[in-house]
């Protein structure tokens, strides 16, 4: 009888151990380039040292510099952001957000939500982009059933091993970095947008005066479960729109959504409507018609520290560890900014850290 139960106490360590190596490995396995890094940088930030937490797509990600507002506001901040995200899995992605952060503000994207996906493809690659980066958790199993809706094709989703065994192939040092899915960004984001693209006007439709526009169809049960589940926190959450070329449409449809979104006593910020006051520039503060550059979304993010100060109280009182990492992330940033702009120093700054603005939005 003893020799039995040892054998089930020595089978049952061994699938654990199993388990937890192909988890791990899971991790290893995955791409680690780009937007795929938000996640393990997220997890990589010390518990709990997080004043703002923001959670959308790249219309937060591009347009909040986090050491920025740390060196201007003194505002620790991270963006649980990608492209395209789409918003029915904000609401999980806040409780994997507050798994290890206890933030004294949320933001939520509010232009994320007027977002319609039409390529179901493309769709795919966002939502793997998403998953493919969260820690195996229970967050991460609501963001598949929510967004994949075909049963069995979830099991691509749930143990990605699948899709990225042949990666085995050209592992490096940097992938097995990722063994417990954290890896430290060094600017708190992938990546800086240094490139410019002029544009002729922030509103391609003129000053013509719109009335609210009905949001798209199909939305309306998702976005009351954000709403309700929102209200529900108790952290203070603020919706967000940043400012871009915003044709009238969306611009009827965004005054509609401020006036949902108010009617449940939350707060919502359109910053389009002052874009001027900001200070951007349209011939070079962006880099498509859709986000700002790094010096774009400098002029946002000072604009926004100071307005959060005014309007949440936001802890400014750090740890001395969480001080000193931060102003590494601000110190590196100016001299990157400094190496990029300087045609003999511009060949020795990491290609890693200076995005070509190339993303799958635009």
Sequence with gaps: MKQSWENWIGSILFLAIGFFLLLHLNYVLRPHKSWRRVYPGYYAEAKDSLDVVSIGTSAVLRYIDPPHLWESCGITSYTLG?????FESFRYLIEEAEKTQNPDLLIIDA????????????????????TDSMNHDIPRLQVIQKEVSVFTDRLDYIWEMNSYHDNW????????????????LPLK?????????PLNTLKPDGDVKVSPQPLDAGIQEDLTDLLEYC???????LFLETPYRRPARYDGMSQTLESLVKSYGLDYL??????????????TDFYNTRHTNMW????????????????????????????????????????????????????TVDPELVDDGEDSEE
């Design 82 to 86: 990608t492209a395209d995200a789409p």
């Design 270 to 283: 359109d910053l389009n409507d002052v874009a001027d006051e900001i200070g951007l520039d349209i011939d």
């Design 231 to 237: 209200q529900s926190l108790d952290t203070p959450v």
């Design 296 to 347: 774009g979304s400098w002029k946002v993010t000072e604009y926004l520290g100071k307005w959060l100060k005014q309007h949440y109280n936001i802890n400014d009182k750090h740890s001395e560890a969480v001080t000193e990492d931060w102003n590494r992330a601000a110190n590196l940033e100016e001299k990157l900014v400094t190496a990029y702009m300087d045609t003999s120093q511009k060949d």
């Design 111 to 130: 232009r994320g939500i007027l977002i319609t996906h039409n390529d179901n493809e493309k769709f795919e690659q966002i939502v793997h982009i998403i």
């Design 189 to 197: 984001v992938p990546a800086i947008v240094m490139r410019v693209k």
């Design 169 to 184: 192939e050209t592992l490096t040092a940097k992938d097995w970095a990722y063994w417990d899915n954290q890896e430290a």
